[in-house]
């Protein structure tokens, strides 16, 4: 029981710091805002990450393109890793590395949104892909933990959360996916 209640306690502790944190609640509405005038101007958001995280940037992105609140239209939004023959001839034939970078460079196009959840801020990957869309123009979102790792450098917007739990990091990930999710929706969406 002890335990249950000090996992809990962590979880929270961690949303306390991040609520407690006006930079990180600001860059929440910066990234709300940029995505939504993307949208509006008929750009679209992808989502990559590993493990854990690649189940978190699918999630996200199905909210987007499925529906949050509202029922309302799709939204153009992916996660990049959901095409197993793609991930896996790449990986075979070229390097794990490159798996993201190449579908940026396939797929996005300047005023796209890339969002990448690392808790380390170091996956190779994503690394990667994020230099790829600084190359092209796209938008970098980063969405880490404590310290940001190589992502901090490429990402315009990064949520480094203050922990160093993977856990407590990834529960953090999906709250401000959601808010950000929630906000962009509703106003997107807004009636003039």
């Excluded at 992808?46 to 199905?62: K, M, V």
């Excluded at 529960?171 to 999710?181: A, L, Y």
């Amino acid at each position: 029981m002890e335990t249950i209640k000090q996992i809990i306690a962590e979880s929270v502790a961690v949303k306390n710091s991040i609520l407690a944190n006006e930079q990180l609640i600001a860059d929440i509405e910066r990234v709300t805002n940029a995505t939504v005038q993307a949208l509006k101007n008929g750009h679209r958001v992808y989502f990559c990450g590993n493990g854990g995280s690649a189940a978190d940037a699918q999630h996200l992105a199905a909210e987007f393109s499925g529906r949050f609140y509202l029922d309302r239209d799709a939204l153009p939004a992916e996660a990049l890793h959901c095409n197993t023959s793609y991930l896996t001839a790449v990986a075979n034939d070229y390097s794990y590395d490159v798996i993201y970078a190449r579908l940026v460079k396939g797929l996005a196009h300047k005023g796209d949104v890339l969002i990448g959840l690392s808790t380390s801020g170091n996956s190779a990957n994503i690394v990667r892909a994020f230099e790829t869309a600084r190359e092209k123009g796209v938008i970098t979102v980063g969405l880490t933990g404590e310290g940001g790792g190589k992502m901090k450098e490429l990402s315009d917007f990064l949520f480094a959360v203050p922990s160093k739990n993977t856990p407590r990091i990834q529960e953090s990930h999906i709250m401000i996916g959601h808010i950000i999710c929630q906000l962009a929706e509703e106003r997107y969406f807004a009636k003039a």
